[in-house]
């Protein structure tokens, strides 16, 4: 369960002011009613805010304070699948439409930024790394297919002696440079996100728990408890839930089935003075090919940000500092000396494909979650385009209903152990 911004957070050491916005105490009526805030709500709080719509905004804990406000801080080109998987699954012309998507979502989330003056610290360029040897022959296989069929020129493959060169490590084993990418801080983001939302003219109450909806007649209610004590309805037109990882009962099962939490967990160094120049050199990214992704970047002042290991089961390791520090020093063991000053988790959702799950939950109830890792980029456009099906504008809605998002396997009762085993399994395989 989300309590709010982590105090061993870096992110939250260094977020930009915000202040603590009161719980609900009372029945409001408006136009749509989102149900968290994060980069999925604000976006789409944002989206109809602007467009003159009467927007209410429930946080059960505090603003950006779930995976929005907790990942990497990556910004990958393109949806979560490459594009040969959506191919072959959703065929040519949704692949491509799928692919303009992800290109409009880069630019609007760049756009966000400068336009808000969101102060978050972007920086260009992200570097996918292979932890094994072979693969070149498929990576300059991919590069030629997306300048081909796509249009898209910012990949490069990068080889042996580069990638050590600009890393500042050799345990990698070449892999591709994609000037598209790029990085963040996630918090500031979301924080920024919510300034503009808020000054555009949408409401939002943090501490405040949605617990239930109903439709009644043309109307939705939503009862949703304060922390503060109290608590009201919010009575709609239109619902929108998101949440991804911490999604909760008010989903329903349908939704519960096909998006899965897992925790993922990421540190700060000290700043590493002088070593930081040999580090990253470019400043880009850096996520490696394993299973359960290593991936880092470097700070504005010089620290390493490393996220590395995963689990699958509720709450975090004790001593998350040792537990990230071990998958940072397989990396980088020249760093065994430098001070892990933060170490924080987070949860995100998964489905079985990892595509996300945007879909009609009911007239008027609209969702989107399962990012699998891609969310930074993706949710705030998301969050416009259920913005957009709120006001009737569907099309970019049945886009991606259309990606497939079967329930796990198992049922309610084995989905969990069965999918925590398959998740092992891969896990093991990255030490083989």
């Not at 009372?26 to 709500?41: F, K, L, P, Q």
């Amino acid at each position: 369960m989300n309590t709010g911004h982590p105090a061993s957070s870096w992110y939250a050491a260094t977020a930009t002011s915000f202040p603590a916005l009161p719980g609900l105490q009372h029945d409001t009526r408006a136009d749509v009613c989102v149900v968290g805030a994060g980069y999925t709500g604000l976006g789409a709080a944002l989206e109809l805010a602007q467009r003159g719509v009467s927007v209410v905004v429930l946080e059960a804990a505090q603003v950006g304070s779930g995976g929005s406000g907790r990942n990497g801080g990556q910004v990958h080109a393109g949806q979560r699948n490459d594009q040969a998987w959506l191919e072959k699954t959703v065929g040519r012309d949704d692949a491509l439409a799928l692919w303009t998507m992800a290109q409009d979502a880069r630019a609007h989330l760049l756009a966000l930024i400068a336009e808000h003056a969101i102060a978050c610290d972007f920086r260009p360029g992200m570097i996918h790394a292979r932890h094994k040897r072979g693969g070149e022959a498929e990576d300059a296989a991919h590069i030629a297919h997306m300048a081909a069929r796509y249009g898209y020129d910012q990949l490069a493959l990068i080889d042996d002696d580069a990638l050590a060169h600009e890393l500042g490590t050799d345990v990698y084993h070449g892999g591709m440079v994609d000037r598209g990418g790029g990085h963040l801080h996630p918090l500031n983001l979301a924080l920024g996100l919510a300034r503009a939302a808020m000054a555009a003219g949408a409401v939002i109450f943090e501490q405040t728990r949605a617990t239930t909806w109903r439709r009644e007649g043309t109307t939705i209610r939503v009862e949703a408890s304060s922390k503060e004590g109290g608590g009201g309805t919010v009575t709609c037109d239109q619902l929108i839930l998101t949440g991804d990882g911490y999604l909760d009962d008010l989903v329903g099962g349908a939704a519960r089935a096909r998006v899965m939490p897992i925790n993922n967990f990421i540190l700060a160094t000290e700043p590493l003075g002088e070593r930081a120049e040999t580090i990253i050199r470019s400043n880009a990214a850096v996520a490696d090919s394993r299973f359960v992704i290593n991936y880092f970047r470097k700070s504005p002042d010089g620290r390493l940000i490393f996220g590395g290991g995963e689990n699958y089961r509720p709450g975090f390791p004790p001593d998350l500092k040792t537990f990230v520090r071990r998958h940072m020093l397989k990396v980088y063991p020249g760093l065994a000396d430098v001070e892990v000053t933060h170490a924080w988790g987070g949860t995100l959702g998964i489905t079985v494909h990892r595509a996300p799950f945007v879909r009609d939950l009911a007239p008027g109830v609209r969702i989107a979650a399962g990012y699998s890792g891609q969310g930074v980029m993706l949710a705030p456009w998301f969050g416009k385009l259920l913005a957009d099906a709120a006001l009737g504008e569907g099309e970019g809605m049945a886009l991606l209903s259309r990606l497939p998002t079967p329930p796990f396997p198992g049922g309610r009762l084995l989905r969990w152990p069965l999918t925590v085993a398959g998740l092992s399994w891969y896990a093991m395989r990255d030490r083989l």
